[in-house]
């Protein structure tokens, strides 16, 4: 009995400290999503206009997440993908108003607020989703200085990376919009960001 | 023939095995699986960068990952010791031989399935099969231990067998238990899928969302305890102790089963319960096995 007794002591003593150390790890885990978001930079100033000829500043991104692309509607190989993962995210996380999703254009000069409009018919099924258009500086410089994005060779040579920017403006994570696994990713961490 | 030597090794790979089972919990548990965004290397390499690139990595995660493939990795060597050892001692014992071998299949199986999973950016289904795996890939191993264990006590049991009645109790009792984990592992997979569609949903949402057959997974729960209970009560003047210790195991892991799967529901799915509600399933798969192959045997 006394064998036993021991066995039994020994067993409970491996599960507690078994339970300890998952308990440890997870918490370590869940840390560590938020440490892996830090804030990158804030973002610059800018005005541009949505498809629906309102203005839209950087003001408007404060107090929600969004989710900011570049794109150009007669691009045939990555933005129909990057607009398909912001359709996907957009349905996805359709019952909040905490979240945003902005398409700039780099071909302003083709992309005028009606292309725009016709453009945004083929993925967004409610209004968080902004698809701006402006003067083409403004929208490098926003690329290049506002978001540390590559902005040379427009339109063809856009950046195909999405920006997460949280409720302060500020510049949280970069993920590459061509690849699927990023809806993965952007979900956990938007999902972080509003326990935040 | 040096079979404490075989048993000891079988017993190693069997611990190795739940351990392993619960470190892959503790990866599904933490969200740590796609901590390594590749496979069978982690980034550029074969352990984790050093230096931080936050697009690619969180350091955290992808530590977690990292130990539960190499532990992995551990286990695959200590049956491939295992395999050598039933090849030498076991050669004309053609059952432990392909066991021992089928246990290399499917450690090594396993792995690639885990290979699968990242590939497939965690899909649901394969991580149920990944875990399936696991759960027979214990199996074996447990039904090593126990034939190494009664080869190595031949002079101090004799086999009786029960009647036929009470083992095909216990048969129904495994086959109740791999149901009930069936049924466990689909509630996962659907909570998943719903948690990857609708990431919006709270806890006590999601759960609502299941269908019907969350009920049969509670119902079976109950089955399994009062199977338990029979099982105790028929067996429980054995003459070896070891079945007398595996019937109050059971009948204890099945209740404190009932009881993390109630937590799971109640407050809200926490990470620990669910981990040891998945961990302490796979122990019921083992012990079944040991159970059915030592229940026809008696003190010399």
């Given at each position: 009995?006394?064998?036993?007794?021991?066995?039994?002591?020994?067993?409970?003593?491996?599960?507690?400290?078994?339970?300890?150390?998952?308990?440890?790890?997870?918490d370590?885990?869940v840390?560590?999503r938020l440490?892996?978001?830090?804030?990158?930079s804030?973002?610059?100033?800018?005005?541009?206009?949505?498809?629906?000829n309102?203005k839209?500043?950087?003001?408007?991104?404060?107090?929600?997440?969004?989710?900011v692309?570049?794109?150009?509607?007669?691009?045939e190989?990555?933005?129909p993908?990057?607009?398909?993962?912001?359709?996907?995210?957009?349905?996805?996380?359709?019952?909040?108003?905490?979240i945003q999703?902005?398409?700039?254009?780099v071909?302003p000069?083709?992309d005028s607020?009606?292309?725009l409009?016709d453009?945004?018919?083929?993925?967004?099924?409610?209004?968080?989703?902004?698809?701006l258009t402006?003067?083409?500086?403004?929208?490098?410089n926003l690329?290049?200085k506002?978001?540390?994005?590559?902005?040379s060779?427009?339109?063809?040579?856009h950046?195909?990376r999405?920006?997460?920017?949280?409720q302060?403006?500020?510049?949280?994570?970069?993920?590459?919009?061509?690849?699927?696994?990023?809806?993965?990713?952007i979900?956990?961490?938007?999902?972080?960001l509003?326990?935040? | 023939?040096?079979i404490?030597?075989?048993f000891?090794?079988?017993?190693?790979?069997?611990?190795l095995?739940?351990?392993l089972?619960?470190i892959?919990?503790l990866v599904?548990?933490s969200g740590a699986?796609?901590?390594?965004?590749?496979w069978p290397?982690?980034g550029d390499?074969?352990?984790?960068?050093?230096?931080?690139?936050?697009?690619?990595?969180?350091?955290?995660?992808?530590?977690?990952?990292?130990?539960?493939r190499?532990?992995?990795a551990?286990?695959?060597?200590?049956i491939?010791?295992?395999c050598f050892?039933?090849?030498?001692?076991?050669?004309?014992?053609k059952?432990i031989?392909?066991?021992?071998?089928?246990s290399?299949?499917?450690?090594?199986?396993?792995?690639?399935?885990?290979?699968?999973?990242?590939?497939?950016?965690?899909?649901?289904?394969?991580?149920t099969f990944?875990?399936?795996?696991?759960?027979?890939?214990?199996?074996s191993?447990?039904f090593?231990?126990?034939?190494?264990?009664?080869?190595l006590?031949?002079?101090?049991?004799?086999?009786?067998?029960?009647s036929?009645?009470n083992k095909?109790i216990?048969?129904?009792?495994?086959?109740?238990?791999?149901?009930?984990?069936?049924?466990?592992?689909?509630?996962?997979?659907?909570?998943?899928?719903?948690?990857i569609e609708?990431p919006l949903?709270?806890?006590?949402?999601?759960?609502?969302s299941?269908?019907?057959?969350?009920?049969?997974?509670?119902?079976?729960?109950f089955t399994?305890l009062?199977l338990?209970?029979?099982?105790?009560?028929?067996?429980?003047?054995?003459?070896?102790?070891?079945?007398?210790?595996l019937?109050?195991?059971?009948?204890?892991?099945i209740t404190?089963?009932?009881?993390l799967?109630e937590?799971l529901?109640?407050?809200?799915?926490p990470?620990l319960a669910?981990?040891?509600?998945?961990?302490?399933?796979?122990?019921?798969?083992?012990i079944s096995?040991?159970y059915?192959?030592?229940?026809?045997?008696e003190?010399?």
């Amino acid at each position: 009995m006394n064998w036993l007794n021991k066995k039994i002591i020994l067993s409970f003593f491996v599960i507690i400290s078994l339970g300890f150390l998952a308990f440890f790890v997870i918490d370590k885990a869940v840390k560590s999503r938020l440490n892996n978001l830090p804030i990158i930079s804030n973002i610059a100033k800018f005005e541009l206009t949505n498809f629906d000829n309102q203005k839209f500043t950087n003001d408007q991104l404060i107090g929600k997440l969004s989710l900011v692309a570049f794109i150009f509607t007669s691009c045939e190989d990555a933005c129909p993908i990057m607009s398909d993962h912001f359709s996907v995210l957009q349905k996805r996380f359709y019952d909040s108003d905490l979240i945003q999703f902005i398409s700039i254009t780099v071909d302003p000069s083709v992309d005028s607020e009606n292309v725009l409009n016709d453009y945004s018919k083929n993925y967004s099924i409610k209004d968080n989703w902004f698809f701006l258009t402006g003067d083409l500086q403004e929208i490098i410089n926003l690329a290049e200085k506002g978001l540390f994005l590559s902005a040379s060779l427009l339109p063809a040579g856009h950046s195909t990376r999405f920006v997460l920017v949280d409720q302060n403006g500020n510049v949280r994570r970069y993920y590459e919009g061509t690849d699927k696994t990023s809806i993965f990713e952007i979900q956990n961490d938007i999902l972080t960001l509003l326990d935040d | 023939m040096n079979i404490r030597l075989f048993f000891r090794s079988a017993l190693l790979s069997t611990i190795l095995a739940y351990l392993l089972i619960f470190i892959g919990g503790l990866v599904r548990v933490s969200g740590a699986g796609m901590g390594c965004p590749n496979w069978p290397k982690c980034g550029d390499n074969w352990i984790p960068p050093t230096n931080v690139d936050l697009e690619q990595f969180n350091l955290t995660l992808a530590w977690i990952e990292f130990i539960n493939r190499s532990f992995g990795a551990i286990l695959g060597i200590s049956i491939i010791v295992l395999c050598f050892l039933s090849v030498k001692y076991f050669y004309s014992d053609k059952r432990i031989l392909s066991i021992s071998f089928l246990s290399l299949f499917l450690v090594i199986a396993n792995g690639v399935v885990g290979g699968a999973l990242v590939w497939t950016n965690l899909n649901p289904f394969i991580k149920t099969f990944h875990m399936i795996l696991a759960l027979a890939l214990v199996s074996s191993l447990s039904f090593l231990t126990v034939e190494a264990y009664k080869i190595l006590s031949v002079n101090k049991f004799a086999h009786r067998p029960s009647s036929n009645i009470n083992k095909k109790i216990i048969f129904i009792f495994a086959i109740c238990i791999i149901i009930e984990i069936l049924l466990g592992t689909g509630i996962r997979t659907n909570i998943e899928i719903i948690q990857i569609e609708f990431p919006l949903l709270d806890k006590s949402e999601q759960l609502d969302s299941i269908p019907f057959y969350k009920y049969f997974h509670t119902f079976m729960g109950f089955t399994l305890l009062f199977l338990s209970f029979y099982l105790y009560k028929i067996f429980s003047n054995h003459s070896l102790k070891i079945i007398k210790s595996l019937n109050i195991f059971i009948l204890c892991m099945i209740t404190v089963q009932i009881l993390l799967g109630e937590l799971l529901v109640f407050s809200e799915l926490p990470q620990l319960a669910r981990l040891f509600h998945t961990w302490g399933s796979s122990w019921l798969v083992g012990i079944s096995v040991i159970y059915y192959n030592l229940v026809d045997y008696e003190l010399a």
